[in-house]
């Protein structure tokens, strides 16, 4: 009898991990989905249930927490997941100088450390059977300072480094690790971080299911980072090739969303 695949979904209740949740429970993973609104998770491993017959568990964890960190790596190192997709994140909408120490620990406890534990959680298990994969969701913000006085993008630069790194130390053992960088797409981070997006040209949005569509199909390929859309490709080329000088001019010209028109960033 052969067994079915498991996965566990961060974030998988709004956005890009509701997408992941969605394809993989099309392509017949059962799933573990982690958020935090109790209600919302269970509303949305019934309906993944439903629509596609597979098992789903919702678990409750606020990753920005040790103990929500800790509940989920102990799932991960007891249960045998084939696929972990680290993809709960979140940016600030403050600038770097008005910001404040625990708003700053927040974001880097969610979009770096919960990455680095749960990953480390997920690994052993994976190389043991000599098979698994995890995919941290990125940014294509990462790959230069794009937005400034923000640290988002220093938190993005370290988990496509860090996926990267781990990626290439676990893949003779039959394990992949790959970071998937989406430029802007359309789902709730933008509003809960209290971003204003009205500037920003219909053309430069992507689709959440496209994206976990072309992030999944390089996952297959064995990508390390996958940048999906051409027109984001292009971006991230820029970002890692064009000098330096002119990157950082174009940066301080468009000055983000953040902090736009505010003297002391
Ligand atoms: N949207 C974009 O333009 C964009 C672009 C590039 C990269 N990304 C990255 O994509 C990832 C997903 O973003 P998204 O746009 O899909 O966001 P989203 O629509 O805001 O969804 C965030 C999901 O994460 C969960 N979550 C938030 N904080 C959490 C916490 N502390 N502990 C556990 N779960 C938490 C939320 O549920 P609860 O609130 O119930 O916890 C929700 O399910 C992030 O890593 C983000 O940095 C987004």
New binding site residues.
Partial sequence: MSQSRTALV?????????AFARHLAKAGYDLTI????EA??AETAERLAGEHGVAVKPVT????TDD?RAGVQELLRAGQIDLLVN?????LNTPFLRSTTEGEERLLA??VH?VMALTLAALPGMVERRAGAVVN?????GFGAGMPGST?PAS?AWVTNFSESVGLSVRPFGVRVMAL????????????AGINTSGTPDWLW?D?DAVVADGMADLRKGKYVSVPTWKYKLAAFGLKHLPRPLIQRVARDTRGRIGRNDPQV
């Fill in positions: 961060t974030g998988a209740t709004a956005g890009i991990g509701a982690v958020a935090r609104d919302r998770l964890a606020d990753l920005v929500g993809n709960a994140g979140m940016s969610l979009n919960a969701v990125s940014s294509v913000a988002y993005k960088c989406p430029g802007y797409v359309r789902t709730e981070f933008h509003d809960r992507l959440a």
